[in-house]
């Protein structure tokens, strides 16, 4: 069975930094490219960032690129984002997702971003 | 980027009908569009990817239709389960866009 456990989140103040991982279980990882999509409280989905399986390829949503790294360690069975001078308009649930057409999804984790 | 329009932002229906949501992209995205439900307080789950496959597990009655800009997802027999918010999803670049979704109430 595919799993994707996000970890990570919390309450952060503006400026502040913060990483997120996802673990990945019940499939080989290192075969998938992987995504990052987050959900403002009431609002639709947004992506955010993805990579390819070897980290060839990576993109990001103009709202964050600068400011947030995704990378893996196929290694680990690990997805991570790094997130810097988070902002206000940060906060979210971030899934992680696996493969091109978000064939899975984590359960989500939350990131408040408020002093 | 590419522009999902999706329509209706809600809908009222009851158990047994057929319901209708449709997705238009800003310029042309081939058959790179997939659908999701998500349900409250759960994460989204594929129902449909490019276009119109069915992802496993998921039952007959979900379909998608479309290409180019206009892309049609039909539930052919509403079900109470089937309660929850779909989105579409324009695959063919990046940055990859979702529509604002179509929420499905009962009457």
């Known amino acids: 069975e595919v799993q994707l456990v996000e970890s990570g989140g919390g309450l952060v103040q503006p400026g502040r930094s913060l990483k997120l991982s996802c673990l990945a279980s019940g499939f080989t990882f290192s075969n998938y490219g992987m995504n990052w999509i987050r959900q403002a409280p009431g609002k639709g989905l947004e992506w955010v960032a993805s990579i390819s399986s070897s980290s060839s390829y990576i993109y990001y949503a103009d709202t964050v690129k600068g400011r947030f790294t995704i990378s893996r360690d196929n290694a680990k069975n690990t997805l991570y984002l790094q997130m810097t001078s988070l902002r206000s308009e940060d906060t979210a649930l971030y899934y992680c997702a696996r493969g091109g057409d978000y064939e899975n999804w984590g359960q989500g984790v939350m990131v408040t971003v408020s002093s | 980027d590419i522009v999902m329009t999706q329509s209706p932002t809600s809908m009222s229906i009851s158990v047994g009908d057929r319901v209708t949501m449709n997705c238009k992209a800003s310029?042309?995205?081939?058959?790179?569009v997939d659908w999701y439900q998500q349900k409250t307080g759960q994460s989204p789950k594929l129902l449909i990817y490019?276009?119109?496959n069915r992802y496993t597990g998921v039952p007959d009655r979900f379909t998608g239709s479309g290409s180019g800009t206009d892309f049609t997802f039909t539930i052919s027999n509403m079900q109470a389960e089937d309660l929850a918010v779909y989105y579409c999803m324009q695959s063919n670049s990046y940055p990859f866009t979702f529509g604002s979704g179509t929420k499905l109430e009962i009457k």
């Open positions: 490019k276009a119109s």
């Open positions: 310029q042309n995205v081939g058959s790179n």
